[in-house]
């Protein structure tokens, strides 16, 4: 089951029914959707995506996916989980626009990584960027992300792939970058 997570301004929690509306939203907005997936998908197919959530993913343990909230507002869209394409585990999130620039993605990213490590005991988290989405790609390397390799796609354009490795993993003390309480 999918653990309730704290840093100091967000609350990652699981999904629930209420949220459909807002996650609808914020996966249909162009600004956000160009760096998931394949860009904005058709609104049936995000509507379906969240039912898939309960059904699929909660209901079989698939995987971790949040929904993120400040302030009582869900404000983005978290996911860790296993991926084929880094063959181990990958980081997923967007947030809306509205809190972009806020040192908010930073903050979701390291309490994504510092879960990955210290709860499920990965010694590597990975990351996969659109090579021209700066943004992110800042974020992760202010987190210590660093370049393994790119991936060539069908569409012309390029995916960076980004690895983090837990301090233990590379011998050194300390904790993760984004501490993290469990509620």
């Known amino acids: 089951m999918t653990p309730t997570l704290r840093t100091e301004r967000l609350l990652l929690e699981p999904y629930v029914p209420e ?15 160009q760096w998931m997936g394949d860009g904005t998908a058709p609104e049936a197919e995000d509507r379906a995506l969240f039912g898939r959530i309960f059904t699929k993913v909660y209901a079989q343990n698939l995987f971790d996916v949040w929904a993120v909230r400040r302030n009582g507002c869900l404000v983005g869209h978290a996911e860790i989980k296993p991926t084929d394409t880094v063959q181990g585990h990958e980081i997923i999130y967007a947030l809306t626009p509205e809190v972009w620039g806020s040192g908010l993605g930073r903050e979701l990213a390291g309490a994504i990584v510092a879960y990955g490590f210290g709860t499920l005991g990965l010694t590597e988290v990975y990351a996969t960027v659109a090579a021209s989405n700066s943004a992110s790609l800042a974020v992760l390397d202010k987190i ?11 569409d012309g354009g390029t995916t960076r792939v980004l690895v983090r490795r837990s301090p233990a993993a590379q011998g050194v003390g300390g904790h993760p970058v984004g501490q993290v309480g469990h509620a």
């Open 19 to 33: 949220d459909r509306e807002d996650f609808v939203t914020l996966f249909q907005d162009p600004r956000v959707s």
């Open 144 to 154: 210590g992300f660093e370049h393994e390799r790119d991936i060539a796609e069908d």
